[in-house]
């Protein structure tokens, strides 16, 4: 079984920054894609960015130049900078990665940690 650890949450003030940190473990023989999701109150799951195994990564529109993730593939670790944190950044935010552990390969959430940005 694989294990995703999502922390680094929290709430700030309108313009401030936060630091999401994933850490994923149990039978990982490779990671590939990774990425960080959100789940706003009443809204669907969407993506905010994400990154292959390759490095390429893409943000969505909306976090593009006020984001930034990092990867590190040698500690099983997926980050996200978050800064001008906006109100709209509300929302629980969720990482995911697929994994091949050596037989297939599967998709798998984190529990979710929220970010609540104040006004």
């Known amino acids: 079984q694989v294990q995703l650890v999502e922390s680094g949450g929290g709430l700030v003030q309108a313009g401030g920054s936060l630091r999401l940190s994933c850490a994923a473990s149990g039978k990982i023989f490779r990671l590939d894609v990774m990425a960080w999701y959100r789940e706003a109150p009443g809204k669907q799951r969407e993506l905010v960015a994400a990154?292959?195994?390759?490095?390429?990564?893409n943000y969505a529109d909306i976090v593009m130049g006020r984001f930034t993730m990092s990867r590190d593939d040698a500690k099983n670790t997926l980050d996200l900078q978050m800064n001008n944190l906006k109100p709209e950044d509300t929302a629980v935010y969720y990482c995911n990665a697929d994994v091949y552990n050596g037989r297939y390969s599967a998709s798998y959430w984190g529990q979710g940690t929220q970010v609540s940005v104040s006004s």
């Open positions: 990154v292959t195994s390759g490095g390429t990564s």
